[in-house]
């Protein structure tokens, strides 16, 4: 795709209707060069949330050559191009995104950081990811810790079971607080599976 066609493509994405910028950016992803993932990354920026979701979504599926590109968005000075690299991110499954998106857990803006969280939930999706995030997790000082598996816990237990497994050698040292709640996964309450999760 050639520079020029690109710069139509994005014109297209500004003016056209809903159904059309997703054709756009379909189309965009079908073919993949340096200039259309540039445009695809460029939407990342836009005040459409409808864009960013889709060309968050689009960019998931594109795997390496846009890893540290995405990575590099999580910089970004306005929140809500933070939150769409978080979700392709998170989306993309790829273990390397496990210790950045972690980071994120700092971030100033509460849309963001619920972003996050979303995201390592679905980085919970590869076994791989799971193992780095639980390395991201055991690096991080303990109260850091704490306040992230409890985040994890809340918004997906499951996965925090999984997480913790891959933690201290799957010993579960590092429970979050309130784990000791009947029932809980983390904590092995009361069902034999949720005491298997926190093995």
Request: aromatic share 6%; charged share 30%.
């Amino acid at each position: 795709m050639v520079a020029k066609d690109v710069a139509r493509l994005w014109e297209e994405l500004r003016y056209r209707d809903p159904e059309e910028k997703l054709g756009w950016i379909t189309q965009l992803s079908q073919n993949p060069t340096e200039e259309s993932i540039e445009v695809l990354l460029d939407v990342l920026q836009q005040e459409s949330w409808f864009l960013r979701d889709q060309a968050a979504r689009v960019l998931a599926t594109m795997g390496e050559p846009v890893l540290e590109p995405l990575i590099e968005y999580l910089g970004s000075g306005v929140w809500y191009t933070r939150a769409s690299a978080v979700l392709a991110l998170g989306r993309m499954g790829n273990p390397r995104a496990a210790a950045p998106l972690v980071e994120m857990l700092k971030d100033p803006n509460r849309t963001v950081r619920d972003a996050v969280w979303d995201g390592l939930v679905l980085l919970c999706r590869n076994e791989l990811a799971t193992k780095e995030l639980a390395a991201a997790f055991e690096a991080l000082p303990e109260r850091a810790r704490r306040f992230a598996l409890d985040g994890l816990v809340e918004r997906d237990s499951e996965a925090a079971g999984r997480v913790l497994r891959h933690m201290d050698g799957g010993a579960g040292a590092a429970q979050p607080a309130g784990a000791e709640a009947a029932g809980d996964p983390i904590a092995g309450g009361e069902s034999d599976e949720a005491k298997q999760a926190a093995r």
